[in-house]
């Protein structure tokens, strides 16, 4: 998903292996996930996509000025708050048990998607060829 406040920039949805760099978009004061290359294109993130960090996850203050390092490298995305409509959702959660918001994220940041979440990878075979291989392995 990609937040609210990014409903009016070109978004595509996420892939393994896309490489993604944390950045703000114009027309827009949220901060997110552009593909390296891509800058004007959001990449949206479903909840429990799991992405790397090349170092060390920075984040934002309020104000911007004092960023703090999370010691962390890996996250799951994850959506919070959704019952306020008109508030951040789309946050990262850390090993640690930690959660950031993706808005707060310090500007380019580089990061892999390593995995998405199992329901859309389509792992299931159709039953059909699970049948087939029945078919093909009975010996009578």
Same mark, same amino acid.
């Given at each position: 998903m990609c937040d609210y406040s990014l409903q009016h920039i070109a978004s595509r949805p996420a892939v393994v292996g896309d490489k =993604?760099?944390? #950045? $703000?978009?114009?027309?827009?004061?949220?901060?997110g996930f552009a593909a390296v290359g891509e800058p004007d294109v959001a990449v949206c993130l479903l909840p429990g996509t799991e992405i790397a960090f @090349?170092?060390?996850?920075e984040c934002d203050d309020t104000f911007g000025l004092f960023p703090r390092k999370m010691r962390e490298k890996v996250a799951r995305f994850r959506q919070v708050d959704m019952d306020k409509p008109h508030t951040?959702?789309?946050?990262? @959660?850390?090993?640690?048990?930690?959660s950031v918001l993706v808005? /707060?994220? $310090?500007? %380019? /940041?580089?990061?892999?998607?390593? /995995? =998405?979440?199992?329901? #859309?990878? %389509? @792992?299931?075979?159709?039953i059909e060829h699970a049948e087939t291989r029945r078919q093909d392995t009975f010996v009578g």
């Open positions: =993604l760099v944390s #950045t $703000s978009f114009s027309n827009s004061s949220t901060r @090349e170092k060390e996850v951040h959702h789309d946050a990262l @959660e850390f090993p640690s048990g930690r808005t /707060q994220l $310090s500007k %380019g /940041q580089h990061a892999t998607v390593l /995995q =998405l979440p199992a329901s #859309t990878r %389509g @792992e299931k075979a159709p």
